[in-house]
C-alpha cells in the first residue's frame, strides 16, 4: 500500500495513489491461491495496449492527465495522485475513460475496484472543474484478439463527489488513527532516554555517528568489535530518528533469523523505557504458516478465503490493539482471531508499521525486495532508514541473490508433462540439454537445428532483431576448461538463448492456461528460472562469468556474480540512511568496495571495550594445515585441543576449515587416552544440523558442571558467527587454519576478476573472508568484563606477514611453535587469571 509520510513543522503530509486508495478501503475476496502466472512481459505489453488504444482516439481527446487532490485535516495532509487514461471536453459533459488490458479467457464482467477507481477519477475531476455531468468509460483491450469492450454510465457531479467522499471518508479515519498513533509514538520517543546508565567505550562514538548518518542521510560503515552493544547504539539513535524530520520507517536487515532476537531484547529495554514503537517481525511463509512446509492449498486452507473481507479489522487490530512486537507467536494469534492467513497479513502491515524487521532478502533480493519501499513508484523512496546487521555476509549472499542458475535435474517433472501436452516444450529442453553436454564434450554446440521461422517473443523485446540460426555447430569460445565436466564460457550462445526463447513462448502459453494440472508450480519454476537466466544475460556488465557443469547427466548452466558491488548499492542507494555494521569489517577498504561505498561515506572502526589482561592469542605456528598438509595435523591438531582443554576445566570450541578434517580430528580426540580418563564430554556440529539441535548444543555448553566441554565446529558456520556463550560458557577457542574458503571454480573466477582490475585477486577471493571466518570464530570467546580465556590459532601461514598483518593490533598476541610452548603460554596465562 503505497502510503508515504512526511512531517514539516506542524503536520505530517501524507500521500497514496487511486490505485492504493481503492484497494485498501474497497478489496474483497480471497487471497490468490498457489502461485500463478504473469508474464513478465505483461507490463510492456499492456503498456502498449494502452498507447494502441489512446492513439485510435479523436483530436479532442488527451491521453494520460494527471490528477491530484490534496484534504487538509487537522494534523495532517493527504495528497490523493492518480492519471487518468483518457478525457476528453464537450459541450455538455467530461468523458473518462479508464483502460484495463486484458488476457486469456475473460468473464466480460466488469470489476467493482475497476468502477471504483474511474469513480474517484470522475469525483476529483468534478471537484477541480465542477458542474458538468460524467460519461465515464471503463475499456476492457483483449491484447491477443486486439477487442475492446467497453462499459459506460452517466453520473451526475453529485453521485461521484459523494462516491469519493465515502472513499476518502474511510481511509481518513484510518489516516486519522495512523496520524495520532504516530504522534503519540513520536512523543514517546523524545523523550525516551538511553537504557543503560553508564556508556560502553566506544559505544558513545557510535550513537554519535549513526546520531549524524540519519541527519545528513548516505551510508555508513561501522566496526563494532563484541561487547560495545552495537545492537543498542545502532538501534536507539535509528528510533529517535523515527521522530525527526527524514526517517519514516526503519528497517533492520538479519543475514540470519535467529539475530532477530537480539534486536527484539533491545526493543524490549527500549519499550520498558516508554517507546511506543510498532515492530513486524517478517519471515519466510513456511515459518509463519501453521502448515509448515506444506503447501498452500485453497481447497483447505479457509484463511485464503474471504481473506480481504477480513483484512480490514485484523490489520487495525494489529495495529492498535496488539502488542508492539508482532512477531510470529502475535501473527498466529491475529489469524486465528480473524482467520486470516498469517503470512499475507504480515505483508499487508509493512507499510504500517516504524520497524520492519527481517532477512537480507527483503532489501537487497530483486525478488523478495519489498516493492513499497525499493520499487521505482514507490512514494517511501528515500524514507527509509536501513540497518543492516552482521554487514559482513552481505558480499556473500549478495552473491547468490545476484547470480542465476538453470538446473536440468529439476527439469523431469516438466518434461514428461510437455511431452504428454506440448511436445514442442520437451523437445526445445532436450535439444537445449544436448547442446550443452556437446558443448562439455566437444567444446562445440553442435546439433542445433533451429528453423528460421522461429518467431521473435516479446519477452525481449530489445533483441526482436536477433536473426534466427540455421547452422548446426557453432564455435563457442571457451574461456577455461576446468575439468571434462566444467568449463567457463565468454558468453551465452546465441542458439542457447534462442532456444530458451521459445520455450519461454511455449511454457507462457501452456501456463496461461487456466486449471493447470499438477505440473503447474513445477513449469512455472522453470520457466521464471530461465527468465532470469535469460534476462540477466542481456544486462551490461563484466562481473558475471558463465560456468556450465556436469553432474552425471544432470548440467548446471550458472551465471556467477563476483562482484555483487553495484547491485548492492543500487538497493542501499534507495534509503535514506544505511548503516552496515558488524564485529568484523576489515579491512575497511575491502568491505567498501563489496558494499558499493565510497570514500565519501565514513567508516568508523572502534576498539574493542575489554582489557588485553582478559584473554590471550596463542598462535601456533608449528603445525601445517593447506589442503595438501592437513592429512600429515590431524593428531598434532588434536593433541593441541587436549592441551588447550586440559589446562583448565571448561568448556572450549574448535573451529576447523572443513567437516572432513573436523571428523579426523575427531577420532584423534576420542583415542586420546589423557581425554578418554578424564571428565571431558566431546560435542561435534553435524551437516545436518537444524535450528533446534543447533540450540540444543548451545544449551549443554552453557549448563554448570565440572566437566569439561570440547565443541567442534566449523569456521563460517552456524556456531561460527552470532552465539553468545558469555562467563563461563566458553573460555577457549581453537581455531585450525587461515579460515580460507575451500579452492572451487568460483572462488577462483572472483580471484582472477579482481586481478584484472589491478587488485590482489587472492585477497578478495580467499584471504580476507577467510580472516574474517578466524576474526569471528575467535570473537566468541571475550563476551562481557567478566569473561577470560585463551584463543589458540594453528597454522604456519600465520608467520607470513600478509596473514599475521590482518589479526587485529588490538590482540594480545604470542608466537609460539610447539607443544611445551603451547603448555607454558597457557599455564602463564592462566596463572595470572585465576
Ligand atoms: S495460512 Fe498457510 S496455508 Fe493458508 S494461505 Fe496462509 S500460508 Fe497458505
Partial sequence: MGVSNSRDDKAFSLDVSVRDL????????????????????????????????????????RAEVALKWVTVRPTFTLTLRGRIDGVREGPEEIFLEEIKTITGEWSEKPSDLHWAQLRIYGGIWNRLNPSKPLHLRLTYFHLESDTEYCFDE????????????????????????????????????????????????????????????????????????????????????????????HVRQLMVVLARTPGQTVFQEALKLLEQKGAKVKTLSMLAREKVCRRGNKACDPATCARREGYFDRLGEARGAAIHESPDLLNTTVLNELGERFNVCPHALSTHLAPWVDIVMGDYNYAFDPGAQLSYLFGEESPRRNRIALLVDESHNLVDRGREMHSQCIRTENWTPSVKWLQKNKPEGATLLRQLWKTMRATLNTGSSTGIRIQPTLHQTELFPAEKQTSSIQKTSEPLKIIKRVSPSEVVLEETPKSWGLLMERFLQVAEEQLKTPHLDAVHTELLELYFEIYKFLK????????????????HRHITLHRFCMDPSREISASWKKTWSTLFFSATLSPSSFYQQ????????????????????????????????????????????????????????????????????LRQVMQRLSDLPELTGSKTVLMAQSQEMDESARSEFL????????????GLAVMGGIFGEGIDLAGKALI???????????????????????????DNGFDFAYRHPGINRVMQAVGRLIRTEQDRGVAVLIDQRYSDESYHALLPDAWPKEEIESSNDLRAALQRFWNSND
Wanted: proline share 4%; charged share 20%.
Fill in 22 to 61: 481503492v484497494e485498501f478501503v474497497l478489496r474483497r475476496g480471497d487471497l490468490r491461491s498457489g502461485p500463478s502466472f504473469t508474464s513478465p512481459s505483461r507490463a510492456l505489453e499492456g503498456t502498449r495496449g494502452h498507447q494502441k488504444l489512446q492513439s485510435s482516439r479523436d483530436d479532442h481527446y
Fill in 154 to 245: 452517466k453520473k451526475t457531479p453529485s453521485f461521484v463527489e459523494s462516491f469519493l467522499q465515502e472513499v476518502l471518508e474511510k481511509y481518513l479515519k484510518w489516516l486519522d488513527r495512523h496520524v495520532a498513533r504516530t504522534v503519540q509514538r513520536n512523543a514517546t520517543i523524545e523523550n525516551l532516554t538511553f537504557p543503560f546508565s553508564k556508556l560502553r567505550a566506544g559505544q558513545a562514538s557510535m550513537l554519535e555517528a549513526v546520531r549524524n548518518l540519519h541527519l545528513k542521510g548516505g551510508a555508513m560503515m561501522v566496526e563494532a568489535p563484541t561487547g560495545i552493544g552495537k545492537t543498542m547504539a545502532s538501534l536507539f539513535p535509528s528510533i529517535k530518528a523515527l521522530a525527526g524530520e
Fill in 536 to 551: 540477466a544475460t542481456r544486462e551490461q556488465g563484466d562481473h558475471h562469468q558463465l560456468i556450465l557443469k556436469r553432474h
Fill in 594 to 661: 563489496l558494499l558499493g561505498t565510497s570514500e565519501h561515506h565514513s567508516n568508523l572502526s572502534l576498539p574493542s571495550p575489554f582489557q588485553r589482561s582478559q584473554w590471550q592469542t596463542i598462535i601456533h605456528t608449528g603445525i601445517f594445515t593447506t589442503y595438501r598438509q592437513r592429512v600429515f595435523s590431524y593428531s598434532e591438531v588434536a593433541q593441541v585441543i587436549q592441551i588447550t582443554s586440559q589446562s583448565k576445566q571448561g568448556n572450549y570450541l574448535a573451529f576447523f576449515p572443513s567437516f572432513e578434517y
Fill in 699 to 710: 544449551k549443554v555448553f552453557k549448563q554448570q558442571n565440572d566437566y569439561t566441554k570440547i
Fill in 732 to 758: 577457549g577457542v581453537v581455531v585450525v587454519g587461515v579460515g580460507l574458503p575451500q579452492v572451487c571454480l568460483e572462488r577462483d573466477l572472483i580471484r582472477e576478476h579482481f586481478d584484472a582490475y589491478g
